[in-house]
């Protein structure tokens, strides 16, 4: 297949674009060239808002798209020649906190107050290619986690572990969050393009939540160590030093089950990206959470 990416440098983007040519695809990605590119991929170097005639005269079997506004896929659809398959890369970010659990691929959008512009902006691009492409399909993902996360969040975990720290944990830990693999998003998108289903809207992830305990256990396990807790019941911001929002919530993926019912283990997963992490320190985006602990609570 030939496969424009958007992006294709940082992890969601760059890991799809390293999946398919690994398979042998031809894989182009469109990004500025700011950022070193993956082995393999052809370089497309433009600003998605400033394409011209780049992609014009070429014919795509898929577009990948991880665009984040509705001006995003509006630029990128008006500079399209003819491809096949359009797969947007939206969000669960599109769900309002107060909508009943768990959401499904129907239930009404809206402003989720935790995730703010964010999550409005990736509804307005949903409209957009709706509307402009009825056939395209379009993914709700919860937290994606695995090789090439720069995001701290396992990241923050495994530095924790391998430093012998005692991980500071919100209230009682038993908040649950949603997780999905980075391979097994590229192994649904697989699914789309070979069975071509009618369903157009798809919930992803894995269809048991954990709980931030049992999360942050499991990535102490994948360091090779054993988790010690310190409980804070203190009325603060988790986020000043925990990488989640005091958010709870937990999407219905039974449409994406029925398709592909096998998901990778999440300790495999998490094992997967401790091993990418040892390797890829200095690609993490880190955040101040261990200069709040140290400040607050002295470590």
């Given at each position: 297949?030939?496969?424009?990416?958007?992006g294709?440098?940082?992890?969601?983007?760059?890991?799809?674009?390293?999946?398919?040519?690994?398979?042998g695809?031809?894989?182009?990605?469109?990004?500025?060239?700011s950022?070193?590119?993956?082995?393999?991929?052809?370089?497309?170097?433009?600003d998605?808002?400033?394409?011209?005639?780049?992609?014009?005269?070429?014919?795509?079997?898929?577009?990948?798209?991880?665009?984040?506004?509705?001006?995003?896929?509006?630029?990128?659809?008006?500079?399209?020649?003819?491809?096949e398959?359009?797969?947007?890369?939206?969000?669960?970010?599109v769900?309002?906190?107060?909508?009943?659990?768990?959401?499904?691929?129907?239930?009404?959008?809206?402003?989720n107050?935790?995730?703010?512009?964010?999550?409005?902006?990736?509804?307005?691009?949903?409209?957009?290619?709706?509307?402009?492409?009825?056939?395209a399909?379009?993914?709700?993902?919860?937290?994606?986690?695995?090789?090439?996360?720069?995001?701290?969040?396992?990241?923050?975990?495994?530095?924790?572990?391998?430093?012998?720290?005692?991980?500071?944990l919100?209230?009682?830990?038993?908040?649950?969050?949603?997780?999905f693999?980075?391979?097994?998003?590229?192994?649904?998108?697989?699914?789309?393009?070979?069975?071509?289903?009618?369903?157009?809207?798809?919930?992803?992830?894995?269809?048991?939540?954990?709980?931030?305990?049992?999360?942050?256990e499991?990535?102490?396990?994948?360091?090779?160590?054993?988790?010690?807790?310190?409980?804070?019941?203190?009325?603060?911001?988790?986020?000043?030093?925990?990488?989640f929002?005091?958010?709870?919530?937990?999407?219905?993926?039974?449409?994406?089950?029925?398709?592909?019912?096998?998901?990778?283990?999440?300790?495999?997963?998490?094992?997967?990206?401790?091993?990418?992490?040892?390797?890829?320190?200095?690609?993490?985006?880190?955040?101040?959470?261990?200069?709040?602990?140290?400040?607050?609570?002295?470590?």
């Amino acid at each position: 297949m030939k496969i424009l990416i958007t992006g294709g440098t940082v992890f969601v983007s760059r890991y799809i674009a390293e999946y398919y040519v690994a398979k042998g695809e031809e894989v182009y990605v469109l990004n500025r060239n700011s950022r070193r590119q993956s082995e393999g991929v052809r370089l497309i170097q433009a600003d998605r808002h400033d394409i011209r005639d780049r992609l014009r005269n070429i014919y795509f079997d898929v577009v990948i798209d991880t665009a984040y506004t509705a001006k995003d896929v509006t630029d990128l659809l008006n500079a399209l020649g003819e491809y096949e398959d359009y797969i947007l890369i939206s969000s669960s970010a599109v769900y309002p906190e107060h909508a009943p659990q768990p959401f499904h691929e129907e239930t009404e959008l809206g402003l989720n107050r935790f995730w703010g512009k964010y999550g409005t902006d990736k509804i307005e691009a949903e409209e957009v290619l709706r509307k402009r492409n009825p056939g395209a399909y379009i993914l709700r993902p919860p937290y994606l986690y695995g090789q090439m996360n720069n995001v701290y969040r396992e990241a923050f975990v495994f530095e924790c572990a391998l430093a012998d720290r005692k991980f500071y944990l919100p209230k009682d830990g038993e908040m649950k969050l949603q997780f999905f693999h980075i391979t097994d998003l590229c192994r649904f998108i697989d699914v789309l393009l070979q069975k071509k289903p009618s369903h157009r809207v798809y919930n992803v992830g894995n269809r048991m939540p954990v709980s931030i305990r049992e999360w942050v256990e499991l990535c102490y396990r994948a360091a090779g160590k054993q988790a010690e807790f310190v409980n804070v019941y203190e009325d603060i911001n988790p986020r000043n030093y925990f990488s989640f929002y005091d958010y709870e919530y937990c999407l219905d993926v039974s449409r994406q089950y029925e398709l592909m019912p096998d998901m990778k283990p999440l300790f495999e997963g998490l094992q997967e990206a401790f091993d990418w992490y040892r390797k890829n320190p200095g690609e993490v985006s880190r955040k101040p959470f261990l200069d709040y602990i140290e400040y607050h609570y002295k470590g």
